[in-house]
T-cell receptor, first 115, second 118 residues
Framework: AQKITQTQPGMFVQEKEAVTLDCTYDTSDQSYGLFWYKQPSSGEMIFLIYQGSYDEQNATEGRYSLNFQKARKSANLVISASQLGDSAMYFCAMREASSASKIIFGSGTRLSIRP | DARVTQTPRHKVTEMGQEVTMRCQPILGHNTVFWYRQTMMQGLELLAYFRNRAPLDDSGMPKDRFSAEMPDATLATLKIQPSEPRDSAVYFC????????????????FGNGTRLTVT
């Protein structure tokens, strides 16, 4: 069964608009962490933001914020004021406490920013 | 900035040849992961180590793939014999995982090895 689901294979957004990338996950653990990574066309994987299952506040890092809805098991990434450089693949990932150190990734969303 | 270093960056080889990919994790990190990325399968976890001990290699085709950590500064992924379906980008990533924590330490990725098997 899919543990991490990203339902949007591709998205187009106008520059300066906000964009939300969806991520839902499946776990029976109480302790887990959720991560978002960006992969630009150069191929590198860049860590963006982290949310812990016990964190009461949504994580924020600059223009990135995570809309964490624990009961719905969703951890959507919000990018405010999108820029052309935000065009990339975005991956949601999860680490469960019961799985030792393992981190698994979703299938990704390709975000394209229009000028 | 500390980085995960992978070599080679690109590798083209013929079917049946042995391929060895190397990774130098970030100093102080105690976990090392190998992922394979393809258009069809996305990012697949092949194997990972904690404190140099293999924890899980169930994602790896055992008959031809092997992963080792001969020391804390080197992880290797070997394919023998290689096949065209092994063509992919192979990423190594390292991180620091603490017992009892719910693991807020992100993985740091290398730039990958792009493998082409003809």
């Amino acid at each position: 069964a899919q543990k991490i689901t990203q339902t949007q294979p591709g998205m187009f957004v106008q520059e300066k608009e906000a964009v939300t990338l969806d991520c839902t996950y499946d776990t029976s653990d109480q302790s887990y962490g959720l991560f978002w990574y960006k992969q630009p066309s150069s191929g590198e994987m860049i860590f963006l933001i982290y949310q812990g299952s016990y964190d009461e506040q949504n994580a924020t890092e600059g223009r990135y914020s995570l809309n964490f809805q624990k009961a719905r098991k969703s951890a959507n990434l919000v990018i405010s004021a999108s820029q052309l450089g935000d065009s990339a693949m975005y991956f949601c990932a999860m680490r469960e406490a019961s799985s030792a150190s393992k981190i698994i990734f979703g299938s990704g969303t390709r975000l394209s920013i229009r000028p | 900035d500390a980085r995960v270093t992978q070599t080679p960056r690109h590798k083209v080889t013929e079917m049946g040849q042995e391929v060895t990919m190397r990774c130098q994790p970030i100093l102080g990190h105690n976990t090392v992961f190998w992922y394979r990325q393809t258009m069809m399968q996305g990012l697949e976890l092949l194997a990972y180590f904690r404190n140099r001990a293999p924890l899980d290699d169930s994602g790896m085709p055992k008959d031809r793939f092997s992963a080792e950590m001969p020391d804390a500064t080197l992880a290797t992924l070997k394919i023998q014999p290689s096949e065209p379906r092994d063509s992919a980008v192979y990423f190594c990533a390292s991180g620091l995982v603490l017992e009892g924590a719910y693991y807020n330490s992100p993985l740091h990725f290398g730039n990958g090895t792009r493998l082409t098997v003809t």
